[in-house]
């Protein structure tokens, strides 16, 4: 299964992708994390620091061709070579950073090659985990075109169930096919995360409370794989186990 | 004449001097009971032998001849075995050779490289990177345990590349004894990728301005590519 976490930017996407990783890792589960975001969030809340990112992969891929290796055979099996060093292992856990792009241009080909070897890489694993950029972006390039699973993160705020449900709405357009669900992140209490979800056609998962133990990690820039069990994590595990990418 | 007659030459005459030296082990890969298929991604956790890192050593090369010696089916091995390795990261040098008859050098070689690249086994992951000529491996501690070993994977080398149209012969070379038995290798994949670089560049840019091209010293010398380059040409004119 892979499983992209979708939303505004600012909802605690991030927070809930490193959380899903924490329970993947206690549970065993080969599972492939991609921090797909370029701000590279996810790297530091596992406090991981990748010895190479897609982007890297990408620059090699173009210097490939610019040395005259266009052949499509040899640039598939090359990508599959440079992400392999592009993967940071940790037990049962490869983590794998997009990076930020530095360099402007158009390499379509090269993009679509990436994609199908990521596309093809998540299945050799039993679940894949992504961190999404922020928005509607990756969707409408249907860089999730092999997601099974969206998982629509928002907070209390009207805005940014919207958001949610928009990417919902291009998800369905662009890709289909795939299931969604939405999280309600850091809300008071039972009535504000009902509140704020009342009107929404999503499927909705749960909620999350805000929790003086991940506000600490998050401050303190501490590893989510150490993070003890509280009520944030209890909330985002069983909205992943709902949505099927782990067991509780 | 051949395009890879200098690199077969040397990968012969390596093999004649390590087997002196240290001594070489031969499979017949033909009579062996198949590993099974499949396409794996072994995580560093379950690895129980890696080959061919690249930090250690690693290199990978195909080589074809039209009527050279080829010993069908044999896989010969220089080191130790993936089950006897002392160590859990070794060494990796990988020699295809084929012997077959073709109309079309660069369709042949697309079908006998394609052959290799879409050829996987059980518990053992393989990532090659042609412009290093690198091919970096990993076998899982279950595939170990159940006896893989370089005869299974040189035996489904050789069967894969056999099932291409034209191949009459294939037989494969490991070696795993040291960094610098791999090393020895290294002028002979360098001087046949130079080749099939060369030969690649012919065929997708039909362009055949020798004063530019970074490939003319290899084909001004390597009779076959000197044939292609005519024949191309010439079809162009037509």
């Known amino acids: ?248 | 004449m051949g395009l890879f007659d200098e690199q077969l030459i040397e990968i012969r005459r390596l093999m004649s001097g390590m087997r002196d030296e240290e001594g070489l082990r031969e499979f017949d890969a033909l009579s062996r009971e198949p590993w099974p298929l499949g396409r794996s991604l072994v995580l560093e956790e379950d690895t129980g032998l890696e080959l061919g890192n690249p930090r250690i050593a690693s290199l990978s090369t195909l080589l074809w001849t039209e009527d050279g010696d080829v010993a069908d089916g044999r896989v010969t091995l220089a080191g130790p075995d993936i089950g006897e390795a002392q160590e859990n990261s070794l060494p990796f040098g990988q020699v295809l050779i084929v012997r077959g008859e073709f109309a079309n050098e660069y369709d042949y070689y697309r079908d006998v490289r394609d052959a290799v690249y879409d050829t996987h086994l059980e518990g053992f992951s393989v990532r090659t990177m042609p412009s290093r000529q690198t091919i970096w491996c990993r076998a899982s501690t279950d595939a170990v345990g159940s006896g893989l070993s370089l005869a299974d994977l040189g035996a489904a080398f050789i069967e894969a590349l056999k099932s291409v149209p034209g191949v009459s012969a294939a037989e494969a070379f490991f070696v795993t004894s040291s960094a610098s038995d791999v090393a020895r290798l290294s002028p002979a994949a360098t001087g046949a990728q130079r080749l099939v670089d060369a030969m690649m560049k012919m065929y997708q840019e039909q362009n055949f301005d020798c004063e530019t091209c970074e490939y003319a010293d290899v084909c001004d010398t390597v009779m076959d590519l000197k044939k292609i380059r005519k024949k191309l040409a010439d079809d162009k004119a037509v």
């Open chain 1, 1 to 248: 299964m892979i499983l992209a976490v979708c939303g505004k930017g600012g909802v605690g996407k991030t927070t809930i992708t490193a959380v899903g990783a924490r329970a993947l890792h206690a549970a065993g589960t080969r599972a492939l994390v991609v921090d797909a975001d370029p701000a590279g969030g996810l790297a530091m809340a596992l406090d991981i620091q990748p010895k190479k990112t897609l982007n890297d992969v990408r620059k090699e891929l173009i210097a490939e061709v610019k040395a005259g290796r266009r052949d499509e055979k040899d640039l598939a099996v090359s990508v599959d070579y440079l992400v392999a060093e592009a993967l940071t292992e940790m037990d049962n856990i490869a983590f794998l950073a997009i990076g930020r792009p530095e360099d402007v241009g158009c390499y379509c080909k090269v993009n679509v090659i990436l994609k199908d070897a990521i596309d093809g890489l998540g299945r050799l694993f039993d679940v894949a985990l992504i961190d999404a950029e922020a928005g509607i972006e990756q969707v409408n390039r249907k860089v999730m075109g092999a997601v099974d699973y969206v998982l629509l993160v928002s907070d209390t705020s009207a805005k940014a169930v919207r958001v949610a449900e928009t990417i919902k709405e291009v998800a369905d357009r662009m890709v289909g096919g795939e299931g969604a669900g939405l999280l309600v992140n850091r809300a008071r209490d039972e009535g504000e995360a009902a509140a704020a979800s009342k009107d929404t056609p999503l499927d909705v998962l749960g909620w999350v409370p805000e929790d003086d133990t991940v506000r600490s990690f998050d401050a303190s820039q501490k590893s989510f794989f150490e993070l003890p069990d509280c009520p944030a994590s209890t909330g985002i595990e069983s909205a992943l186990s709902k949505a099927g990418l782990i067991q509780t």
